[in-house]
Nanobody, 121 residues
């Protein structure tokens, strides 16, 4: 059973940067597609960014394009966030699965516990 552990969250001022990390428990992690989601208080969990397991194709939500970058190595996936806005405040989750059928939340099998990002104005 793949396990994912996020880290790197915290408090940052608007306009600042932060890089989240998600470490996997299996050496076969590179075979998984990976993604970041976020959930703000009283809102649904929403897709942020995804990266394929094979190749380097990435996909971003419109709200973060040009500001967030997803990248990975063999055992970790990262989310570099710049030009942060107060509306980016949320709990950020990494997710992984093999060949997801879509970017929707239900397509992702493995989830981390989340890390809080708070952007102050």
């Amino acid at each position: 059973q793949l396990q994912l552990v996020e880290s790197g969250g915290g408090l940052v001022q608007a306009g600042g940067s932060l890089t989240l990390s998600c470490e996997a428990s299996e050496r076969t992690f590179s075979n998984y597609d990976v993604a970041w989601f976020r959930q703000a208080p009283e809102k649904e969990r929403e897709f942020v960014a995804a990266m394929q397991g094979t190749g380097s194709s990435t996909t971003y939500a419109d709200s973060v394009k040009g500001r967030f970058t997803i990248f990975r190595d063999n055992l970790r996936v990262f989310l570099h966030m710049k030009s942060l806005k107060p509306e980016d405040t949320a709990v950020y989750y990494c997710a992984a699965t093999v060949s997801p059928t879509s970017l929707a939340r239900h397509s992702w099998k493995y989830w981390g516990q989340g890390t809080q990002v708070t952007v102050s104005s």
